[in-house]
């Protein structure tokens, strides 16, 4: 059984920092597409940022220069980077894992940005 487990979420202050994680485990192999996902009440998960098993990076524009997406493949976990935090990046953030033609999703965590 594959399990994505996040952690790293909570309660921040404007232009303060969170670094989340995300560890995959469980009969998964040849991870491709690492990726953060973020939803609000009432709508759909936006992309956040993505890497690819070569490190190729992609963010949502609202995002750029302020997150940084990584990974360790070893550990099989990715890692969001938030600096700059703002009262609209407030979200559950989701981690997601390709791994041939199948997509793994965690159960998300918690980002308050607020004072």
């Known amino acids: 059984q594959v399990q994505l487990v996040e952690s790293g979420g909570g309660l921040v202050q404007p232009g303060g920092s969170l670094r989340l994680s995300c560890a995959a485990s469980?009969?998964?192999?040849?991870?491709?597409?690492m990726a953060w996902y973020r939803q609000t009440p009432g709508k759909g998960r936006v992309l956040v940022a993505d890497?690819?098993?070569?490190?190729?990076?992609t963010y949502a524009d609202s995002v750029k220069g302020r997150f940084t997406i990584s990974r360790d493949s070893a550990k099989r976990t990715v890692y969001l980077q938030m600096n700059s935090l703002k009262p609209e990046d407030t979200a559950v953030y989701y981690c997601?894992?390709?791994?041939?033609?199948?997509?793994?999703w965690g159960r998300g965590t918690q980002v308050t940005v607020s004072s």
């Open positions: 469980g009969s998964i192999f040849n991870i491709g597409v």
């Open positions: 890497i690819t098993s070569g490190g190729s990076t």
């Open positions: 997601k894992s390709t791994a041939g033609y199948s997509n793994y």
